[in-house]
């Protein structure tokens, strides 16, 4: 995204690199089943 100034993307560099792989790969399956869930529950807009 182009809205988020360098600082605030160093910063959650450094707290995403402080995890460790297994919490990364933990948070990576969270972020996931949210975004599935939230797709599942989009109705859709373009009918074919």
């Known amino acids: 995204m182009?809205?988020?100034s360098d600082e605030i993307k160093e910063?959650?560099?450094k707290?995403?690199?402080s995890?460790?792989?297994s919490e990364r790969l933990?948070?990576?399956l969270i972020?996931?089943?949210s975004l599935y869930k939230f797709w599942?529950?989009?109705k859709p807009v373009i009918k074919k």
């Open 2 to 4: 182009k809205d988020t």
């Open 11 to 13: 910063l959650q560099l």
């Open 15 to 17: 707290l995403w690199l």
């Open 19 to 21: 995890k460790t792989p």
């Open 26 to 28: 933990y948070q990576m």
């Open 31 to 33: 972020d996931n089943e």
């Open 40 to 42: 599942d529950n989009v």
